[in-house]
């Protein structure tokens, strides 16, 4: 799958991965970041595709209520035909909303 660099317009196939200059605070999970191989710019993902990730959170009830709560009870039947198609509906939405853009560079 093919992107566009919004910083240079030019059709990328593989950002590069690079470790950040600065270094990273305790809550990150990785000291790289995305790299433009045409033009050098940093780049991400954009946080408002991000969101759709919350429509998987339901699945982390409704898993462990499987687990202690019959497969024949009212509660685990109803549950089960909304949270599943929130979830795929949340995953799918998520890799088809994603959108790279760059990085602002911190203002000092």
Same mark, same amino acid.
Request: charged share 20%; aromatic share 12%; proline share 9%.
């Given at each position: 799958?093919? #992107? +566009?660099?919004?910083? &240079? !317009?030019?059709?990328? $196939?593989? #950002? =590069?991965?690079?470790?950040?200059?600065?270094?990273?605070? *305790?809550?990150?999970?990785?000291? +790289? @970041?995305? #790299?433009?191989?045409? &033009?050098?710019?940093?780049?991400?993902?954009? $946080?408002?595709?991000? $969101? *759709?990730?919350?429509? =998987?959170?339901?699945? #982390?009830?409704?898993?462990?209520? +499987?687990? =202690? %709560?019959?497969?024949? !009870?009212?509660?685990?039947? @109803? +549950?089960?035909?909304?949270? *599943?198609?929130?979830?795929?509906?949340?995953?799918?939405? %998520?890799?088809?909303?994603? $959108?790279? =853009?760059?990085?602002?560079?911190?203002?000092?």
């Amino acid at each position: 799958m093919k #992107f +566009t660099c919004p910083s &240079c !317009n030019d059709l990328v $196939r593989d #950002f =590069v991965l690079r470790p950040k200059k600065e270094s990273y605070k *305790w809550y990150e999970l990785s000291s +790289t @970041a995305l #790299f433009c191989p045409y &033009c050098g710019a940093e780049l991400e993902m954009e $946080r408002k595709s991000e $969101r *759709w990730a919350l429509l =998987v959170l339901p699945l #982390f009830v409704y898993l462990p209520l +499987t687990l =202690v %709560l019959p497969l024949d !009870n009212p509660a685990v039947l @109803a +549950t089960k035909y909304l949270v *599943w198609p929130l979830a795929l509906l949340g995953m799918l939405m %998520l890799y088809l909303k994603r $959108r790279i =853009v760059v990085v602002d560079p911190p203002s000092s």
